[in-house]
C-alpha cells in the first residue's frame, strides 16, 4: 500500500469513474478502490435521495420531523392525510373495530347516528339494548314502572285495562260508568183524600201505603218506576249485588178528625221485595214531631217534613219503594189536601255507592 506524503495528487489514486466514492478494500492492490455509491452524507447536511431508502430492519431514531411531498405518501401503509392527531378533533370516515373496551372517562360521546350492538345483552348505561324502549313506536313494557311524577296523556288513551282488582289499580271509564251507573232523582205527588181510613182506638198506625204519580227527572242512569216500585235495570258487577244510597224527603199537609187526632205524626220508610213480599230496610223508618198542629171547627190541622236516607242492596230483579203513613193516639181519620207542586209531596234521591 503507497504511503502518501505531502500534497495528495489525482494520480496518486486508482484510476476511477465519475460519481464513485473512494473506499477501503483490503483486495484490491492498492487496499483502496473506487465504488458506486453515496459521496456526500458527511459533507452535505441537507442531502437528497435519487431513489427509496432502505433500513434494512434497522431503526430510523432520533427523527424530528417527517414531511410528505404528497397527500397520498404513506407511513405504515396509511396515506399521511389519513394519519390521527390524538390531541387535535378529526373526523373518522373510516369504520374502526375495537377488540378492547373504549375508555371515554368522562367525556360524552356526540354527534352519534347510529349504534348498533352485536348482541341484544350489550348495554347502554346499564340496560341491554334489547330492553330500550323507542319512544315513537309501540312497545311492550314487561316490568313494573314507577313514576316520581304525573302522567301527562294530553289526548291519548290507556288502552287494555282490564277490570281493577286493587286498591291503586287504574279502571277504564266503562268500568267506571258500570259501577256508577244508577243513579235517581225522583219526585211523588199525592192527589189528596183518606190517608187509609179510620184508626180505631187502641192503635197508632194508620195503614203503611206507598206514594202514586212518581216523576224520574234527569239525570236518570237505569231505573224504572212502576206502580210506584222502583228497578234498577242496569248493569251489575260481577258479584251480582249493587248497593245504594237513598235519601227521601217528605212534607205533607192535611187534617185529622177524632179524639186525640191533635198528636198526629207523618211516617216514612223504605221498602224491598226481594220476590217473596216486601220487607222494611233497616235504617229507612222516620217519624215527624207529634206537636205542630192547630185546632179548628172540630178538626186538627197538620203540616209534617220527614227526611231520612237508608243503604239498599239489591239484586237483579229486585224493587224499592216509598211508603208513608200516620201515626197517633185514639181515633181519628186522617184526609190529606191535594200537594201542591214544590210545596207537599215526596222526592227521592238514589246514588250507587258500590
Avoid at 500500500?1 to 473512494?22: C, E, H, I, Y
Avoid at 186538627?300 to 231520612?308: A, D, K, L, Q
Wanted: proline share 3%; net charge negative.
Amino acid at each position: 500500500m503507497p504511503t502518501l506524503r505531502g500534497k495528495v495528487s489525482r494520480q496518486q489514486f486508482p484510476a476511477g469513474r465519475d460519481g464513485q466514492a473512494l473506499v477501503l478494500d483490503t483486495a484490491s492492490p492498492h487496499g483502496i478502490a473506487w465504488r458506486s455509491g453515496i459521496d456526500r452524507l458527511i459533507t452535505d447536511i441537507t442531502p437528497e435521495l435519487a431513489g427509496d431508502l432502505d433500513c434494512n430492519s434497522f431503526d430510523l431514531t432520533s427523527v424530528g420531523n417527517i414531511g410528505f411531498s404528497a397527500v397520498t405518501g404513506t407511513l405504515a401503509g396509511i396515506q399521511n392525510q389519513n394519519l390521527l392527531d390524538k390531541s387535535a378533533a378529526e373526523s373518522i370516515a373510516g369504520i374502526y373495530t375495537h377488540n378492547a373496551d373504549i375508555v371515554m372517562a368522562d367525556n360524552s360521546i356526540t354527534g352519534l347516528d347510529t349504534l348498533t350492538f352485536t348482541d341484544t345483552a350489550g348495554t347502554i348505561a346499564g340496560v341491554q339494548n334489547q330492553n330500550l324502549l323507542d319512544k315513537s313506536a309501540t312497545e311492550t313494557v314487561a316490568g313494573a314502572w314507577t313514576y316520581g311524577s304525573n302522567i301527562a296523556m294530553g289526548t291519548n288513551k290507556i288502552t287494555g285495562l282490564g277490570d281493577p282488582t286493587a286498591a291503586q289499580d287504574a279502571s277504564t271509564k266503562t268500568y267506571t260508568d258500570t259501577q256508577h251507573l244508577g243513579y235517581l232523582c225522583s219526585s211523588g205527588v199525592w192527589a189528596g183524600g183518606a190517608l187509609g181510613g179510620t184508626l180505631g182506638a187502641g192503635a197508632n198506625f194508620m195503614p203503611i201505603t206507598a206514594i202514586t204519580g212518581w216523576t224520574l227527572h234527569a239525570p236518570n242512569n237505569g231505573w224504572t218506576e212502576s206502580s210506584s216500585e222502583f228497578e234498577y235495570e242496569g248493569t251489575y258487577p260481577a258479584s251480582g249485588t249493587k248497593t245504594f244510597l237513598v235519601q227521601y224527603t217528605m212534607h205533607l199537609q192535611f187534617y185529622a178528625t177524632g179524639a186525640g187526632a191533635a198528636t198526629v205524626a207523618l211516617v216514612n220508610k223504605i221498602t224491598k221485595d226481594t220476590g217473596s213480599g216486601y220487607a222494611d230496610v233497616p235504617g229507612s223508618f222516620e217519624i215527624s214531631e207529634v206537636n205542630e198542629y192547630a185546632v179548628g171547627f172540630g178538626l186538627t190541622f197538620h203540616f209534617h217534613s220527614v227526611s231520612g236516607s237508608c243503604i239498599v242492596s239489591v239484586d237483579a230483579g229486585d224493587t224499592i219503594a216509598f211508603n208513608f203513613g200516620t201515626f197517633a193516639w185514639g181515633t181519628y181519620a186522617p184526609v190529606a189536601y191535594a200537594t201542591t207542586a214544590g210545596t207537599e209531596g215526596a222526592t227521592m234521591t238514589i246514588t250507587p255507592i258500590g
